[in-house]
């Protein structure tokens, strides 16, 4: 691999890494390096410097006392192998063990696909799906941004150049939350062709009283599937909903095509897997 | 004394001998070779399929740090094109080989263009960027059919409509057409057979080192033929005498035909050692430029008409086939469609009437060339779609229809009727039912059947390919008459140094198939030593005996019937010298557990060590004995040799997405007798998953103008292990009377055979729907398409 010049800095801390990013606006935050080092060796991405994460403190770990968070630099692998997350929320496990392969697994991060925003990352929607938000520490201060409102189109975030996000949270689930990821995975890339991500809370009587899905891999960003989540709220979670819901789901999103696989196959498998994904989180229940 | 027999190594699954080396990372590939001052090249490629370069504006380049020279065409336009070494027989070529650097026009994106030479790589990178090319852009085409077409653009001005050469066999088109006119049952198809990218692990790289002091010049290179290399090199392009030229191939990762061919930067390495007064100069392609330059594969687009009796007899074929050769002609492209796919259509039937007509055409995309299983892939694919096709417009099971076109073993030596050479031996039958045992095929169909009836989502296919292959390239007399340009015998030196150890250098060499492994197990066997005292060497044109290369599947069965006959001839002189030591007759000598003795008393019998070193000091020989025992053959076949065999791949298909899932794959194999059990089963393995690729994944796409889609391996999918089946595999053992070993070759064929299975499984799966043929890959949204088509 031979990229053009770069600087490269290891901070130790936040406040540091900041101070890096704020001295040199071309500068790029390295985490595990699976997306912006094959962007580096095309030469499509072309940093100033490098600040690497790697031994900045705190930015790893997984915390499971109600809420799930999760610091930025951990990686997929780390999430695959918790036994303490495969107890608290499994999907999250399963997903990590479903990205790329074992190699990319090792060394992408969660905090890495939050800020890169792959149009067809896997966690951008499953953390979208479960209500997740990032916390972004920048030189304005703290502050706590919504998976909703985190991403903005491809590639782009709401983050700002100066900011890191140092962890991710996952809100507790509601009591009858049943949660699931559908991903049709690309035969070169592995990344998702199509991949529905769903959270569904079922109330007191008996009906859905919370919908997420989300749908990556055909749309610029990880977008919600709000024709499918209202097809469900306030209905009883079975064939017949499900079966509406999935029939709603590519409404209203902005599915994109390529040559492997045209707009319009997409958005089939966009109501395929959204029935899918729900099938499988009823089950959860 | 001789000693008691030792353990027979032929036919024993022994280990890789150069695995160790190569899986802990000691293997010496072209990467790992540094020489002092080296010094790195790096391409600027075109950005257009089809452009005039109106200028080059390299002064920029040429003031960067690091930089030692900046070239173009312009600059070597006293250097020969490339040579085209295979011409498709008897009709005439218009050959346009490309240039070592694009010369006013480029016709395929990754065009070289420019040269830049620097101390460091990424000071080559960085230059390339200052290199200002102004092009004017051209109308491009992709597309065999389309650039034969009225108006479509021209790539080259001796070749109208983009024709490189019509090419027909068989019987005429007119016999053939009145013959389907008169048939009961009549398919007419447009079957496809997608371009692909060899996609060898390593990809592709040369140095070029010249030594001022003695004229000479070295080339290390990705090489699947190092003496054609230097062979090409010297007498068509740089006009160097041979004897100046050494070829070097280390480690090689992989070629699958795509290091076969002679490309632009192993004569430019060379020349520009030469300008920078010696120092060596190196080139190593990305993948990315892997992708877009280095020789593709397959690429047909062909019209079939089948006749055939309303009880499955095939009674007539036509086939017209559309093979896109590329933006020029690689070193032996039109050769693959011609004598390797057309004269192989027939496959293993008995077609009484059969035409084969080929049109190379020319358009905007990569060279296509010679791929794993070079035109047999295209001839196995059609013809076992062929049949399919006629199964299904008969109702007569896929099975039923190939027993009743079979070859028999009383046909053989068989002629197909499309002007090849006669089939060995064979017994397609046997290795069909053994198939068609092991999978359970009568239960796959009740089952089938019964999900169909119950409107299961999960659809179950079948899919059927019986299998023959021409290889062991190959006879030099008739390769000459079908327009190569060579020689294709293969030759070994074999010799016992003084302590008893064993040398091979042989002109066959490994890109990965372990042929040091399978050489000495038959050096072992044949001479009786053991396996730890025998080296194969190999790849070096120095020290070496001329030899053609690896490829065709020709390693066993020709570059070891060449180990074998010089181990013989060393035998024989063992026991002439072993006469002589022993005061016996020759005629009472015989030879066996590594030594000679007189009939009956190997107590008192010498062995080869012994014997080796008697010859070695010369003492005491024979009258008129030279000293040594050593002899070198260059070992010309009489003929192909012809595995067979039936794959049968089961597969599952989502009625909702169009998903396959490979339930299972069986294959029954006859490559002859086998050297190396363990190895057979890598190559099916390896060359199955290849075509399995071919049939679900892989496949170039290039825009309308000529930009390639698939351009890395994020876009183009290879059959990862995690994605291959299990594979259930048996053989049959028919020994070919080709050659003394009576191997057949195995390299090529599971890449042959499995792309129609797995094609005809996924057909065979919606078939019910009213689908009978599909364009591959068969991608999840072909074959939903193709079942929203049909309901
Ligand atoms: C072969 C392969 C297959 C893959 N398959 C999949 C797949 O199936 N699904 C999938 O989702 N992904 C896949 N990926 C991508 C992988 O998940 C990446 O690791 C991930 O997208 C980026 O994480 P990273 O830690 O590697 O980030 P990096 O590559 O280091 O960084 C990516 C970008 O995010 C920025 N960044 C990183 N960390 C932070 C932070 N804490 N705060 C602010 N900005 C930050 C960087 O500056 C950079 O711009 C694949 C990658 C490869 C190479």
Not at chain 2, 620 to 645: I, K, Q, R
Not at chain 2, 670 to 679: E, F
């Amino acid at each position: 691999m031979f990229p053009s010049q770069f600087d490269y800095h290891r901070p130790s801390s936040v406040a540091e890494a900041i101070q890096f990013l704020q001295n040199d606006p071309d500068a790029k935050i390295l985490a595990g390096g699976h997306s912006l080092i094959p962007a580096m060796k095309l030469r499509l991405a072309v940093p100033s410097a490098l600040v690497d994460l790697s031994q900045v403190d705190g930015l790893r770990g997984i915390a499971v006392n109600g809420d799930i968070r999760i610091g930025a630099m951990t990686t997929y692998a780390q999430l695959r192998d918790s036994d303490a997350l495969k107890a608290a929320m499994p999907l999250l496990s399963e997903v990590a063990n479903n990205v790329g392969d074992p190699q990319v697994q090792s060394r992408g991060t969660l905090g890495g696909s939050l800020a890169h925003a792959d149009p067809a990352a896997d966690f951008t929607a499953v953390v979208l799906a479960l209500g997740g938000s990032v916390k972004a520490v920048g030189t304005g201060g703290e502050r706590e941004i919504s998976a909703d409102d985190l991403f903005v189109d491809l590639f782009t975030t709401s983050l700002n150049p100066d900011e890191v996000i140092t962890e991710v949270t996952i809100p507790n689930p509601a009591a009858r939350t049943g949660m699931a990821y559908q991903k049709r995975g690309h035969p070169a890339s592995g990344y998702a062709v199509v991949g529905v991500a769903v959270s569904v809370t079922v109330g007191d009587d008996g009906n859905v009283s919370d919908a997420r899905i989300a749908v990556t891999g055909c749309t610029p960003k990880a977008t919600r599937a709000t024709a499918a989540e209202q097809a469900l709220v306030g209905k009883p979670l079975n064939e017949a909903s499900i079966d509406a819901a999935a029939k709603a789901a590519p409404e209203g999103l902005d599915i994109n095509g390529d040559h492997y696989a045209s707009a319009e196959y997409r958005a089939h498998l966009v109501e395929v897997d959204t029935r899918r994904a729900l099938e499988a989180a009823a089950k959860a229940l | 004394m001789v000693a008691s027999a030792p353990e027979k190594l032929v036919g024993k699954p022994i280990k890789r001998r150069e695995d160790p080396r190569l899986i802990t990372g000691a293997g010496v590939f072209i990467d790992d070779v540094r020489l002092p001052g080296l010094a790195h090249m790096a391409v600027l490629r075109s950005p257009y399929a089809h452009a005039r370069i109106v200028s080059i504006n390299a002064d920029a380049a040429r003031a960067m740090p690091g930089v030692l020279g900046v070239f173009t065409g312009e600059d070597i336009k006293h250097i020969n094109p490339l040579p085209c070494a295979w011409q498709a027989p008897g009709v005439e070529n218009k050959v346009n080989t490309p240039r070592l650097l694009a010369l006013d026009e480029v016709h395929q994106v990754g065009d070289p263009v420019a040269v830049v030479v620097t101390e460091s790589p990424y000071q080559a990178k960085d230059a390339l960027a200052a290199i200002e090319v102004d092009y004017e852009e051209l109308p491009a085409v992709v597309g065999a059919r389309k650039a034969t077409t009225p108006g479509a653009p021209q790539l080259h001005e001796n070749a109208p409509s983009n024709i490189v050469f019509r090419w027909s066999c068989g019987q005429d088109a007119d016999q053939v057409d009145a013959a389907l006119a008169a048939s009961e049952v009549q398919v007419r198809e447009r079957i496809g057979n997608q371009q692909l990218i060899p996609t060898a692990i390593e990809p592709r790289g040369s140095i070029g080192r010249y030594d001022p002091g003695t004229g000479e010049y070295t080339l290390w290179a990705t090489s699947q033929a190092p003496h054609v290399h230097r062979l090409l090199t010297a007498a068509f392009v740089l006009g160097v005498p041979e004897q100046k030229i050494r070829v070097i191939a280390p480690d090689v990762g992989g070629g699958f035909g795509s290091k076969i061919y002679l490309y632009f930067d192993m004569p430019l390495v060379l020349w520009l050692s030469e300008q920078l007064g010696g120092r060596p100069v190196k080139f190593f392609e990305d993948r990315s430029e892997n992708f877009l330059h280095t020789s593709h594969g397959r690429g047909h687009d062909s019209d079939v008409a089948i006749g055939a009796t309303k009880d499955g007899k095939i009674t007539a074929l036509r086939v017209d086939t559309f093979a896109n050769l590329g933006g020029y002609l690689s070193t032996i492209a039109p050769g693959t469609p011609s004598t390797l796919y057309g004269r192989m259509v027939a496959g293993c039937y008995k077609i009484p009437n059969i035409h084969v007509g080929i049109t190379g055409v020319y358009t905007n995309t990569a060279m296509v060339d010679a791929y794993r299983g070079a035109g047999r892939t295209e001839a196995s694919y059609m013809i076992e779609r062929v049949v399919d096709l006629v199964a299904n417009a008969t109702g007569v099971d896929p099975a039923e229809v190939r027993r009743l076109n079979f070859v028999q073993p009383e046909d053989f030596p068989f002629d197909n009727g499309l002007g090849g050479l006669p089939y060995d031996s064979g017994d397609y039958e046997k290795a069909l039912n053994r198939a068609l045992e092991m999978v359970g095929y009568e239960d796959l169909r009740r089952e089938q059947a019964e999900r169909r009836e119950n409107g299961d989502r999960k659809m179950l296919g079948i899919g059927l390919s019986s299998f023959v292959e021409a290889c062991g390239l190959g006879p030099s007399q008739y390769m000459g008459r079908e327009g190569w340009a060579a020689g294709l015998w293969e030759s070994a030196n074999v010799r016992i140094h003084l302590t008893g150890k064993v040398v091979v250098t042989t002109g066959s060499l490994p890109h990965g198939q372990g042929h040091e492994t399978t050489f000495s197990q038959l050096v072992a066997d044949e001479l009786g030593v053991p396996f730890e005292d025998i080296q194969v060497k190999h790849s070096d044109t120095q020290g070496t005996p001329f030899g053609y290369g690896s490829y065709g599947s020709r390693s066993l069965a020709v570059g070891g019937t060449a180990i074998y006959k010089s181990v013989a001839k060393v035998r024989e002189k063992a026991m002439q010298l072993a006469a002589h030591l022993l005061e016996a007759a020759p005629e009472d000598i015989v030879y066996e557990n590594g030594g000679a003795y007189v009939k009956g008393s190997p107590e008192s019998g010498k062995t080869i060590q012994e014997l080796a070193g008697a010859a070695h000091v010369g003492y005491d020989l024979p009258a008129g004995m030279e000293p040594t025992l050593e002899a070198t053959t260059f070992y010309d076949p009489p003929s192909f040799t012809f595995p067979f065999g039936t794959h049968i791949c089961v597969v599952e298909v989502d009625r909702d997405t169009g998903d396959t899932e490979v339930k299972r794959y069986v294959a029954v194999d006859d490559v002859g007798n086998v050297v190396n059990p363990l190895i057979v089963d890598g190559q099916l393995h390896g060359g199955i998953t290849q075509g399995l690729g071919q049939a679900l994944y892989e496949g170039v796409v290039y825009a309308e103008k000529g930009e390639m889609l698939t351009g890395s391996l994020n876009d183009y999918a290879i059959v990862r292990a995690s994605m291959a089946p299990m594979f259930e595999l048996e053989n049959t053992v028919t020994p070919t009377s080709v050659n003394p070993l009576g191997a057949r070759g195995v390299g090529e064929a599971g890449a042959i055979a499995s792309t129609p299975a797995v094609a005809n499984a996924v057909i065979d799966a919606v078939s019910h729907l009213g689908i009978r043929n599909m364009d591959m890959p068969l991608t999840p949204e072909r074959v939903w398409r193709s079942m929203a088509a049909n309901t």
